[in-house]
């Protein structure tokens, strides 16, 4: 079995696994797993309810964005920082928008995987991105709102350096695994 | 904060729309977006659903408090001074939730623990070592499994949908890394200053 056989065979086994052993501790313990699932799928449906209202309104300045032909316009200012390190152009959204949305970054990796392919090397870069990072701002303003604090210190800019490094990580790491 | 960059973007875009005479076909991508962010949602319920059902069972179960139990020294490293189990078992079950892929749940005890740590720190208006470390590191956890990435792959016929797992695993956990050793090394440089002021 070569490598690329057996990371895909220990991917693929993931879910079904991790799905198999939650349910079978839980009949272990002579939990009512049925009951429990039902009720936690319900409060999925509830939640993604919930982010429709965040997601149009994501939606709606990202697809603003690209529609006025911004985009393009950034590309060509950032286009040899860019051809230097042998980025995708396709990507450079995705990398601007990930710190801001999760749930909007869902949407224009479905559009960069229609464009290059799934299996592309932009493709998986993509969908490593939105694996790998997380949305900082989006993060840091929903946990301090419940706190009174106001100035955030390190907190906002160790965020945007780990975001960063987990872009330039993901870029390079889709080229070896 | 989300205020101005939301409407910041919309703004920039309307100007640069207006500016290269783009205005109709910005108009039109506005009202698709809201259409297509609908048909997005209804295609996503149902693997949120079956997700968060088997959470829930792990939770009820005691499944992920066992686990939370089991990563107990990490946290007392990540988090030295901090004495309060309570908050400490806020902060794991936020970063168990997170790489099992239910971010709500981890959402939630995030928002406890930055409750408790807000506490400890007397509602002062600047954020302590614990909060900066416990927001930065989570933010840098990622699921184990990204399942949306991994379905809208399926979707669109890829060969190997879940060769992304582990390339997405050794980068969250790199960056989780990062993320401490920046953090570290800031609460040193400000508590260097704090000292040399005092002397």
């Keep these: 079995m070569n490598t690329e056989n057996f990371f895909e065979t220990i991917s693929a ?52 964005l690209t529609a006025s032909g911004l985009i393009p316009f950034l590309y060509r200012l950032l286009a040899p920082l860019l051809d230097f390190f042998e980025v995708p152009s396709q990507l450079l959204p995705l990398m601007l928008l990930r710190a801001v949305s999760g749930s909007g970054s869902f949407l224009l990796v479905r559009d960069i995987l229609e464009e290059v392919g799934p299996d592309s090397y932009a493709g998986r870069a993509a969908c490593v991105m939105t694996g790998g990072c997380e949305t900082v701002i989006y993060v840091l303003a929903l946990y301090f709102s419940v706190t009174r604090v106001t100035r955030l210190r390190h907190a906002f800019v160790c965020g945007m350096l780990a975001y960063l490094a987990g872009i330039a990580i993901s870029l390079v790491i889709v080229r070896f695994i | 904060m989300m205020n101005y960059i939301w409407s910041g973007l919309f703004l920039v875009s309307f100007f640069y729309a207006v500016c290269r005479g783009s205005l109709p076909a910005f108009g039109s991508a506005i009202v698709e977006s809201s259409q297509s962010a609908v048909t997005f949602v209804i295609g996503l319920t149902g693997i949120m659903a079956m997700w968060s059902g088997l959470m829930e069972v792990a939770e009820r179960t005691g499944l ?39 971010g709500n749940s981890s ?35 990622a699921p184990l499994v990204p399942v949306v990435t991994i379905q809208i792959r399926e979707d669109l016929g890829s060969d190997a949908p879940y060769s992304i797992v582990l390339p997405a695993i050794i980068t969250a956990s790199m960056s989780v890394l990062i993320s401490i050793a920046i953090c570290k090394l800031m609460e040193r440089r400000d508590s260097a200053r704090e000292h040399r002021k005092l002397l």
């Design chain 2, 64 to 102: 992920i408090r066992g686990l939370a139990r089991l990563l107990m020294p990490f946290t007392r490293l990540l988090f030295p001074g901090q004495k309060d189990s309570e908050t400490l078992s806020c902060i794991i079950m936020s970063f168990m939730a997170n790489i099992f892929g239910a």
């Design chain 1, 13 to 64: 086994a993931f879910v079904p696994v991790m799905a198999a052993v939650i349910l079978a501790y839980g009949l272990l313990r002579a939990a009512p797993v049925y009951d429990y699932f039902i009720e936690g799928a319900k409060k999925g449906l509830a939640t993604a309810i919930e982010i429709l209202p965040f997601l149009i309104g994501i939606y709606l300045a990202v697809n603003g």
């Design chain 2, 107 to 141: 959402t939630v005890f995030a928002l406890r623990a930055m409750e408790r740590l807000d506490a400890q720190n007397n509602h002062a208006s600047s954020a302590s070592n614990d909060m900066c470390t416990f927001a930065v590191v989570n933010m840098a956890f």
